[in-house]
Each structure stands twice: as C-alpha cells, then as structure tokens.
C-alpha cells in the first residue's frame, strides 16, 4: 500500500514540476514490438521514403510539378471524458477544438504572429535557408460521418464520451481522419504520437488535457502555462508527419545528417533537449560555431518560445503526407472546403478548350457545363479509369460566363467557366 501511495504522489509531483515531456518514443518502442502495428508502420515508412526520393528529384529538377501544392486535411478531435458535460460545455468544446485547428493552421503555414522573431534569430542559424511552410488546411470534418456516433449532417466531427477512443489510441470507426484526443495522461506527459502515423488505422495524436488549445479553454480542460498555446499538439502532429525531434540521437556522434538524428540536414546537431525559454544562439550544438535550434517546433521549450520548422522538415513531412494521402477520407468536408483538392481547371478563361485535372480519383464523375440561363451546352459521365485529367473541347460555343459542374463521390463542385 505505502508503494501505491508513494507512486501516487510521483505522478502528482511529476506532472507539475517536469519540464516538457513526449510520449512518442515510449510509443514507438510499444508499436515496434507488436507484429501487426510493427508491419504497418514499415510499409508506410518504406512508401515514405520512395515520395521523399521524388520530392528531392522535383526540387532539384526544378519541376514545373508543384511540389507545394495545398494539402486539406480533414480533423476529428474526441473528448472521452466529456460524455456527461453540459450542452454549455459540449458547445464550449465544440469551440475549443475550432481554436486549436486554428493554432495548427498558423504554425503549419508559418503565418504564427510569432514568426517575425526568424528575422532577429536567423543570423545564428545559417544551415536553414528559409523556415518550413507546409501549405496545409487542417478542417473539422462535417459530413458523412461515422455511423453510429450521433453526429448530424453539417455539425463539426467533435465527440464526446467513452463510446470514442475510450483508453484506446486507435478506432477504426474513424479511420481516414486526423484524430486528435484530449484526453487526461499520467505522469506529466503532454502528448504522444506515433513517429509516422496511420489514418487508415484510425490511429491518434494524444494530448493532455492541460495543454490543448490556449485561452481560458472549458470545463475541465484548461491550458496550463507554459504549455498554454497550443503548441503540445503543433509538436506531437509534427511526429505524426514522422519528424522526430531535433534532438534525437542523443549524442554528437553521427556522422551522417541524412540517416542519423532526425535525418535532416538543416536542423543542428544536438545532443540534448533544450527547455525553458533560452535566447537564439543561447545553447551550443555538436559542432563548433553551431547553436541548438531551440526555437523548433520539434524541441522541448515553452509554447511561447517555440515558432518554426524549417525547409527540410516541411520537405519530410510532405513527403510523408504524399506516402499516406489516400487514406484520407475526401467526402467529409463540406465542398467549398476541398474543392482546391479535388479537381484545378485551366486554362481559365479560355477560348473554348481547357482541361480539368483531378489531384486523386476514388470513382466515377461526371461533367456537366451550363450557361447563366440554366441551359447545358455539355455533359458526359467518366469512370475512374478515364484518368485524372480530361480536356474538354466548346470551340463552338458562344463567347461568354458558363458554369462547369462536376459530381464525384465527394459531392458536387462548381466553378465558373470564362469562354473568350
């Protein structure tokens, strides 16, 4: 009983006077020692590292293909211990959850208010050339959810209770999302991740519930200082697009950027985490005339005192997204949310011919282009194995404002079509 007690209050004192602390490797050792979880995340990292071959051979190319192209992804965040909360408080959350989406969609884009700090900080760090701006759109799903989970058409992929993700860091029910859990987790941790997640596997981001979102947060789940910005989730999602952390080797002896650390090349060699708030050029790295990038994304500082990734971080986790982006789900986000990710169309204006080209295709689609009347001057249907692109021939038809829909298993997009 004395040793029950006394672990008890380990934990308690812990989870108060730590510094930062990730989950992820304690994760990694347990996915790695279970044969199912194991093979599936070396297929995805072997699929990873063919997309970051191809992601090198377009920058060096100098490609016309964008390699930056926007990425839309679509969230669910679970509360499992909020079941029996107020309609006040589901609410609350509901809102909750929208604020930190927000938090990740500055970070991930490097449009943070605190950015501005590279200007100042950068002299030290001359090996990054510029700071990682992923181009992505984090957005609460809000159709065709799960069955069974309760949630009505047009009402935001927030959950609550024991029925989702209860204890669990996975649940098929929501594969093909990004699934973010706020949850209570023992032994000051904030959060965890794996190092290369799965939506197929409805796999998780775990965060505390003492370091999701900022401001005064709701009932049960206020962000605590230092932690207190958002940034736990900005560093665990970061794991998930299979960054690891700028210090994770743990010693100055590699000798190879490219597959040893964190296996990129414009993040200093460290040997140790930084904590607290040190100043840029503050905490010396393994080589001479080199200083820590403390104020990395994948480091242990404050919320505060954390702001950037840099260029060949966005160019793993970009590839990492590319290894994985099928088995995102694209029918649950309302369409003016993935219409960007779903089909371009150029020239536009054009003098009757033009193309339409579709980033990925699940099924069958058809087109169908009208006047401001209402009447259609083209229509025809394509299954999926008619390819990702389709040129589209009006040569004849009147100069003018047309309207071109296109229905897949997504829903129905629509864009207006300049004939000159």
Wanted: hydrophobic share 35%; proline share 4%.
């Amino acid at each position: 009983m004395k040793l029950k007690v006394l672990f008890v209050l380990l934990v308690f004192q812990m989870s108060f006077a730590q510094h930062r602390t990730c989950g992820t490797p304690a994760l990694m050792q347990q996915i790695m020692a279970d044969p199912q979880l194991r093979q599936l995340h070396l297929e995805n990292q072997a699929k990873f590292e063919v997309e970051l071959q191809k992601q090198t051979l377009n920058k060096n190319s100098n490609t016309t293909n964008s390699t930056n192209a926007l990425i839309t992804i679509p969230v669910a965040v679970h509360f499992p211990s909020a079941g029996s909360a107020s309609a006040t408080v589901k609410t609350c959350l509901r809102n909750f959850a929208q604020t930190q989406i927000n938090i990740l969609n500055a970070d991930y884009n490097a449009a943070n208010a605190d950015i501005v700090n590279w200007a100042n900080d950068a002299p030290f760090y001359p090996m990054v050339t510029s700071v990682g701006n992923l181009n992505v759109k984090f957005v609460l799903a809000t159709q065709n959810h799960p069955a069974g989970t309760g949630i009505a058409e047009g009402t935001v992929a927030v959950t609550f209770g024991t029925d989702f993700l209860s204890n669990a860091d996975s649940d098929s029910t929501w594969a093909g999302y990004l699934n973010l859990v706020c949850r209570n987790i023992n032994g000051g941790i904030l959060g965890y991740s794996p190092l290369g997640g799965s939506p197929s596997a409805g796999q998780t981001v775990v965060i505390d519930n003492n370091a999701f979102g900022s401001g005064s947060g709701c009932t049960g789940y206020v962000p605590g200082a230092p932690y207190n910005l958002g940034r736990t989730l900005t560093h665990e999602l970061g794991h998930f697009f299979n960054l690891d952390h700028t210090f994770n080797t743990g010693t100055c002896s590699s000798t190879s950027c490219t597959n040893q650390g964190d296996k990129i090349c414009d993040t200093p060699q460290v040997a140790q985490e930084s904590y607290d708030c040190p100043v840029a050029g503050q905490v010396m790295g393994c080589t001479s005339g080199e200083y820590a990038l403390t104020m990395n994304y994948m480091d242990y500082v404050n919320d505060a005192c954390m702001y950037m990734f840099t260029l060949g971080q966005e160019n793993r986790m970009r590839a990492y997204y590319n290894a994985i982006a099928s088995q995102f789900k694209t029918n649950v986000l309302a369409n003016t949310q993935f219409v960007e990710n779903t089909f371009s169309l150029y020239p536009n204006p054009n003098k009757g011919s033009f193309t339409i080209e579709f980033k990925e295709l699940t099924g069958s689609y058809s087109v169908e282009v009208f006047d401001v009347t209402g009447k259609t001057v083209y229509e025809n249907n394509y299954d999926q194995s008619a390819g990702l692109i389709q040129t589209i021939d009006l040569q004849n038809t009147s100069t003018g404002v047309y309207f071109i829909n296109v229905k897949t298993e997504s829903g129905l997009i629509t864009k207006k079509l300049i004939i000159q």
